[in-house]
């Protein structure tokens, strides 16, 4: 496969998506609720990114545009367009990424740089341009501690990025670990642990070696058949959702060293990641990305089907073989018409998310609990 | 790792979808043979391809051949191209041709055998050192005894030429920065170009832009060639084309630089270096004849140096494994700066002391004179520091007049096809083994070879003659990108 999947648009729908049972016959069910549709993008939506205050939405596309999102008259308000930026990239823009402190907006693009944009001056312009990547950017990701920055790219390798000094942005590391191209790169939410999602089937991860300050791997998760597309942490850090072409949503663990459940590991320092849940069987086609909500726990994923789904953990579940149930999914009229490629769950309002697709639209979604 | 390539030709790897036996993209020329009409092509069992012609006559049809020049002159893959580096430049090339060689001898055919002259660099030497065990000196020995006894006439260390290479590059440093005091406009900082790793990458994605700041000396690999090819075959009355050049090298990447077309002399048919073999082939012929180095019995290295010369003036440092002052990437920093230092600023017992900075494998050191920086130098290992400093170039904040530059961490010592660590051993534990062992051998200096002299005043006829920069010089090509239907994309 040369390229990003430029996926087939046959309409037929050979297998038709299963019905999710609610296990109460008399409760209200819970249900994604379309909130708004925000359009403009002139073709595909690649991705969505929440401000980490929550009031700004960020999304790109194939027009080579980032439009930035706010509301009108109040929080409570529309959702309307406040800024287009366009002058900052010759391809297409496939992910952005705000930085922690909320005063920096990553853009990762097919024309192989990463731009850094800022609104120092007033206005958001680009101040930095990383550049190295030897063709196109697929992800871009900013630690939590805002002073590194990780991009993937086709070229197969994963590369780290230092901040050393005002819009500055020094190569820290570039790591050859993959065999193909490098789908997605997320930080664990509190430490400086890298992970990416590629085509050759594996997720990496890879710590900092203060012994030569490079950057090496110290995992290597492998359960899936085919492109892992995405990942996204847990709120703890804890565990790890993986969603890939091969249609399966999967669930990883850590085992730290000396755990209690036996858990080998493959040496006495690095934690081993185990996969303890796969969803076979929901999603119909490739699934292109993953958010886990850090409020409410909630995974939400995006899916080459057009549907846009929600699972929820069984109350009861054991920890090292938890259950998760679909409660809600984005079918019908109000539904995407065409591949969803991204998902992002609000950061401050619990159960709001976006999500963008090859139809042209950014989405708002509410997701309502069932009730009894 | 399992690529014998340095990591900066690993990522050049410009579309990681295709090999070459599937998509080349080259144009080649054909070569068109008059065909009937009405002939049929045929794909046989073992896939190739017979052209069966009106009267029922097969002819089996030439397959088009891309060689290793050009894939280098060309911008889509090239390190995925292993299978046409294999055909060119491997241990079986060069079996077949000491054996073919052997064969002609014993029909007594002496004279259409060629000579066959292997050229060892020191990396190799410590690595397998280490491997098997063994002092440096008594390796480069059984080293000089195991290629002996496989076929090589000479074998030969490359003390010289590295000298000759740190020279000219000090040479033309100091030419730089004079002409650039003086206010012309020439390009500094000044880049090493030893490393072929390192000059593929600049010519294949910095271009025209970069390729003024890379040093124009040949590498001690290429001016080993030249040596070999010109006045070892003189002195031994033979055709160049009739010597045969084997190098010993710590990298796969050297096999691209021996392949360059600039080195190659059309009007003799002959390539300076023939042949590349790395350390790690080395140790898999030995490991493939069930041999450890250890068995091999020694042989002395040679030393045809003042053949057919008047000069008596010993060589200290004759039969014995030196090392010149710094990196075990071949000093350049440390040389260049020392003489620098000396003969811009009178400094003459400067302390030039490379500081780490961010890692390990960027290093600097400076030369303050009245409180001033005078000369800021610097050594760049690795595929992050050179991109950080063609970032920090592109954007006139590089700060360096010289930087040696090695495409692999750890530099040379560490090249890409040096012999793997045993079991349960780290990369960087060897690397520093061997960085200690580079430490112990003895100093040597280009300036106390009377050997060097001999040179430049017999071989490339005097100071300032037009022959030393045809000999020991060479050009870089900016590679354009070429853009085909498969890597337009929206």
Redesign the interface.
Known sequence: ????PYHLTYVLRLIEFPKHDIPFADCKQPKLQLVQVLSGHRGRVWNVSWHPGGNILASCG?DKTIRLWGTEGGPEGKWVVKTSLTDGHE??IREVAWSPCGNYLASAS?DATTAIWDKKSGTWECNATL??H???IKSVSWAKSGQLLATCS????VWVWEIAEEDEY?????V?AHV??VKKVVWHPTDEILVSASYDNSIKMFRNDP????WSCIATLTSHTSTVWSIAFDRTGTRLASVSDDGTLKIWRVYLPGNGEGIGLPDDIDPRWKCVCTIVGLHSRSIYDVAWCHQTDLIATACGDDVVRIFQECPDSDPHQPSFNLVASSSGVNGHHQDVNAVAWHPTIPGLLASASDDGDVKLWKFLEGEL | MSSGFS?VL????????ITPSQECIKPVVIEKTASGTGSKIKIQNDGSYVQVNEGGDTEKLRRVDISLSDCLACSGCITSAESVLITQQSQDEMLKVFQNNKQLRECGKEKESKLIVVSISIQPVLSLAARYKLEPHDAFQRLSGYLKSIGADVVLDMTLSEDLSLLESETEFLERFRSKSGGSKTCLPMFTSSCPGWVCYAEK?HGSFILPYISSTKSPQQIQGTLVKQLIAKNRSYQAANVYHVTVEPCYDKKLEASRNDFYNEQEDSRDVDCVITSIELEQMLMSQNLSLSDIPPAEVDFPWLEGSSSTEPCSYKGTLVRHRGTGSGGYADHVMAVAAYELFGESSAQLNFKVL????LREAILEKDGQVVLRFAVANG??NI??LM?KL?RGKCPYDFVEIMAC?SGCLNGGAQVRPEEGVQQ?ELTTQLEKCYEELPIHTPKSNPLVQEIYANFLGGMGSDRISTSLHTAYHAVEKMNTA??I??
């Open positions: 496969m040369l390229f990003e194939e391809r297409t097919f550049e190295g030897e063709n196109e086709r070229d197969k390798t020094e190569c820290a590391a570039v050859n193909q191209d012994a030569d300050d490079d | 990591g690993q990522l050049t790897d410009l579309d990681d979808f994605t961010r890692n390990p494998d595929f992050r991109q950080n970032q592109k961490p960087k498969l890597n994309k929206w």
